[in-house]
């Protein structure tokens, strides 16, 4: 019997078995569309950091409290954080380097009037808008004396300003930030890219220390600076440690702009394989699923079996036929969980909820470990199916 043949009969016998059939491929389709959507969501962030930090030049330097061997690790577990003196200390010695701003980053809930959401908050010095170029649309930047007071001033995202004050005119107003009155003096033009892309849209810089009375700490997470010159950055890196060695010891690291892409890049990798991991336990419950059914159908197609041996069926006949029909099994529930899938993550991405990108190796992946799950589960009911005795086949009830 040839494989068209072979074809033809598992379709007649899927079709004679429509709901149980659905019903297997169930298993599959969930795995298959977790695989898609959480690896598109891990993809879509990652692409998302990456153009923002690009956006930003290469010649920005970012230190962080903690050893460098356990930032890059991912384990945050610093002696000590910055303070405001670790700032002015790391500022007098590049001054005529670079610029340097403070970073106390948080989320926050932001409310005007019933409108509310919840957003970034990004507190800085006056001279952010030198490190991370940052363009307002209108209004104007916080100045130094209203760093230095710890004015109730913001700086607001084109998101922010879109859903709080729906495109009315924002400057003066007064914006709740966790519950404290903040007059708005700045809207930062649009930058786009979705929840988490866009930075500054949907955020609210002020003061960092403003920020600091928000949270409570006047711990500082990171130290943000950018040399007037890319060739500057060896040089900057060395007067930033020479600042801070006396007083943090080895505690801390001076990260560029590409080292820090390289990190993120690999947590977030690791991150992504994880949930792509997770996501294909649904995956093998779906091949188990799958033998289970074609156990199931060998045991109630017995006596056929039987009557095709003993009129010439050979053995490969009858494993290609139960095979067949496991693949066949895994392929549609494969294709309906890609279609899917991809379906879901361009749907997360319209509503701007979180950036997702479907990547054609993902897609691949996810179609290439449906196949397998298929085959893998079908040899051993296929197998069984093939070495019934004939005589014992017919005799079965």
Do not use: C
Request: charged residues 15%; proline residues 2%; hydrophobic residues 50%.
């Amino acid at each position: 019997m040839n494989f068209a043949e072979s074809f033809r009969i598992s379709l007649k016998a899927l079709s004679a078995n429509k709901g149980r059939a659905i019903l297997t491929m169930l298993g599959v389709i969930i795995g298959v569309m977790s695989v898609i959507l959480l690896v598109s969501i891990g993809t879509g962030v990652s692409d998302d950091i990456t153009g923002q930090l690009e956006g930003l030049g290469t010649n920005v330097i970012y230190v962080m409290p903690g050893a460098e061997e356990d930032i890059m690790s991912g384990m945050f577990l610093p002696a000590r954080q910055f303070t405001a003196d670790d700032v002015d200390a790391v500022a007098d010695r590049v001054s005529r380097l670079a610029s340097v701003t403070p970073m106390v980053e948080t989320m926050m809930r932001f409310s005007v009037g019933n409108n509310e959401m919840m957003g970034g908050v990004s507190g800085m010095s006056a001279a952010a808008i030198d490190v991370f170029d940052v363009n307002l649309d209108r209004g104007r930047m916080y100045s130094a004396s209203e760093v230095n007071a710890g004015a109730r001033v913001a700086i607001i995202g084109t998101e922010v300003d879109r859903q709080l004050f729906a495109n009315h005119d924002s400057i003066g107003q007064e914006i709740l930030v966790d519950g404290q009155r903040f007059t708005v003096i700045g809207v930062t033009e649009e930058q786009g890219g979705g929840a988490m892309g866009g930075g500054l849209d949907t955020s609210v810089m002020m003061p960092f220390t403003s920020a600091q009375r928000l949270t409570g700490s006047q711990d500082i997470g990171m130290i943000a600076v950018k040399t007037h010159d890319v060739e500057d950055i060896d040089q900057v890196q060395a007067l930033i440690r020479q600042a801070l060695l006396p007083r943090m010891g080895n505690d801390f690291a001076a990260f560029t702009q590409d080292e820090v892409m390289d990190m993120m890049g690999a947590m977030i990798a690791v991150l992504t394989f994880m949930l792509g991991g997770i996501a294909s336990i649904s995956l093998l419950v779906g091949g188990i699923g799958i033998m289970n059914i074609m156990l199931v159908s060998v045991s109630e197609r017995t006596r056929e079996i039987g009557i095709r041996k003993a009129i010439g069926a050979k053995t490969y006949d009858i494993m290609s036929q139960f095979v067949i029909e496991s693949v066949l099994l895994s392929v549609l529930g494969g294709l309906i969980g890609i279609a899917l899938g991809a379906l879901g993550s361009w749907g997360i991405a319209a509503t701007g909820a979180l950036p997702s990108v479907v990547s054609i190796w993902s897609v691949a992946l996810a179609f290439f470990f449906s196949i397998s799950v298929g085959v893998f589960f079908g040899v051993y009911p296929a197998w069984r199916a093939s070495k019934l005795d004939p005589i014992d086949a017919l005799r079965y009830e």
